[in-house]
């Protein structure tokens, strides 16, 4: 008898699938995002020295207080806006960008719009 998968499992193999494709360097890390029910995870990753190079969460005080009132859609942006400012000091400029195995819309496309407004090139 075959094993049903679950969504979560599905979401692991397709981020197997582009992990096997997309791996940061030092001239172009990867920008990294994890969506939970609640909350979204940012980061920039150079896989070569398996470094994170900046971070930005919606559990972030700077984010957290600006929460009230705001769509989910709307707290990505401000993170995509905080990690691109964030890369910026660190002078990253390029990257690639790893969905985590999401579907490209929503609050993953809407962290990914912001940080390309923001200075970030992918």
Do not use: C, W
């Not at 094993?3 to 981020?15: A, I, P």
């Not at 969460?57 to 989910?72: A, F, H, I, T, Y």
């Not at 000091?89 to 790893?98: A, L, P």
């Amino acid at each position: 008898m075959r094993k049903v998968r679950t969504s979560r499992e599905h979401r692991l193999v397709r981020h197997r699938r582009v992990r096997y494709r997309v791996s940061g360097t030092q001239e172009r890390p990867r920008l990294a995002v994890f969506r939970s029910l609640s909350h979204i995870y940012s980061q920039i990753i150079d896989d070569a020295e398996q470094r994170t190079m900046a971070a930005a969460s919606s559990l972030e005080p700077d984010v957290r207080n600006q929460r009230v009132g705001k769509s989910k859609i709307q707290i990505a942006k401000e993170v995509g806006t905080l990690l691109a400012s964030r890369s910026k000091e660190h002078g990253i400029s390029r990257v690639v960008f790893d969905r985590g195995g999401f579907k490209y819309h929503g609050r993953i496309r809407a962290l990914a719009d912001a940080a390309r407004e923001g200075g970030l090139d992918f």
